[in-house]
């Protein structure tokens, strides 16, 4: 009986200050679990917040990229339309065409690289806007010289104009003159003469003609050695030519003579006769004398020969 009580297993009690230190760890533990999830869950939400502040700025800078964009293609367009024949403006405004179409390449997915774009976008409207006074400069200077060239040509066609007419009225004054310093005959009488110097009417008879003129006083001539020459036309229209067939100029032409005297003319009234010789062409009819000078006539008259 006494060695029943000897087997019997024992349990110790417990230990109350053991069991106080277990329960205020896990006190502590679960307070530690509780700080590290609230803090977790303020990193998360501040993560959050940065994300979503992060998509405002992308799309911040998405909107000004896109905006950049389209005022450096209308930089470009506004480069490529200037007008101007200037050749060295010309080659400067495609370089700036060219630097637009290199930046525009360029992926702006930044603050820093918008930034330089809002900056040479600055550039470029400061070069676009001289560029624009030069051009326009040139422009005015252009339509200054396209003015001064019209009223040059105008100018030049009223000077040949007035050198038209002051030739034309150098040439009507010339001619004016020309005609007044012609002379003049009046009195122009044609009669035959026989082998006694007698007058008279009969072909047969007839061995020269005698033809007598008066030439008139002209101040306004050359006093000068003058020739007239006498043209007789027979009844057949036909003239009655020199031995020689000779001719003098005219305006119209030469024109053969029938016979030809040389006077030194004076400016005074001269008496002048003309013989010209029958060498057997004369016929009975009506017959026409006309006189001539300088190469025109001056005087005409009929007679009839029987």
Known sequence: MGSSNNNKVTIPPMDNGKSKASKGILILLVIIVLALGASVGIMLSKLNDQKKEAAEVQEILEGQKKDLEEDLTD???????????????????????????????????????????????GTLREVLKSYIIQ??????????????????????????AQRTRLTEDKEKLTST???????????????????????????????????????RENQIAVADEKVFYLVILKPDKKTLTNKANDAFATPEGEIVYTSKR??????RDVELCIFSDNDGRLTAGNYEAKVYCDGYMVGSSTFILK
């Open 177 to 215: 003159v020309q005609k007044a310093q012609i002379l003049a005959v009046s009195d122009i009488l044609t009669i035959g003469l026989n082998n006694r110097s007698k007058e008279t009417q009969r072909v047969r008879n007839i061995e020269k003609l005698k033809t007598c003129f008066t030439v």
């Open 75 to 121: 930089l470009q367009d506004q480069f490529g339309s200037l007008q101007t024949n200037n050749d060295s403006l010309k080659t400067l405004a495609s370089e700036q065409q060219e630097k637009i179409t290199k930046l525009l390449a360029v992926q702006a997915d930044n603050a820093y690289k918008i930034k330089m774009y809002q900056k040479e976008l």
């Open 135 to 160: 051009v326009d400069s040139l422009n005015q200077r252009n339509l200054a010289l396209t003015a001064e060239k019209t009223e040059l040509a105008r100018n030049l066609a009223d000077e040949r």
């Open 262 to 267: 040389t006077i030194d003319y004076e400016n």
